[in-house]
């Protein structure tokens, strides 16, 4: 299997981790990312770089699948606060 076509199987499979855990109700981006870290085997060591998530899976690997979910109209997002307060921004399904 060549390199392209690996990576575009790893954005089908985030896709289909995201949509599934979008019918449980709204999330959060990294709720999102580590579900598709679990569900991918990859590792869920802290990475040394700060604003990314996990050590295997990086940002962009994770958001090209998320933003072709919301460009495509299947997922809707929204700022709000978790419950400790922390501005974050939710995902949920958008409603057919």
């Known amino acids: 299997m060549s390199e392209r076509s690996r990576k575009q199987e790893d954005r089908e499979k985030i896709k289909q981790i995201i949509l599934s855990q979008l019918k449980s109700g ?41 933003k072709e979910l919301y460009d495509g109209g299947k997922v809707i997002k929204y700022r709000g606060n978790r419950e400790d307060g922390k501005s974050v921004m939710f995902y949920e399904l958008r409603k057919a």
């Open 26 to 66: 709204r999330k959060y981006r990294k709720e999102l990312h580590l579900e598709c870290c679990c569900q991918l085997g990859k590792s869920l060591k802290p990475s040394s770089i700060p604003s990314r998530i996990c050590k295997d899976m990086t940002d962009y690997t994770f958001d090209t699948p998320l």
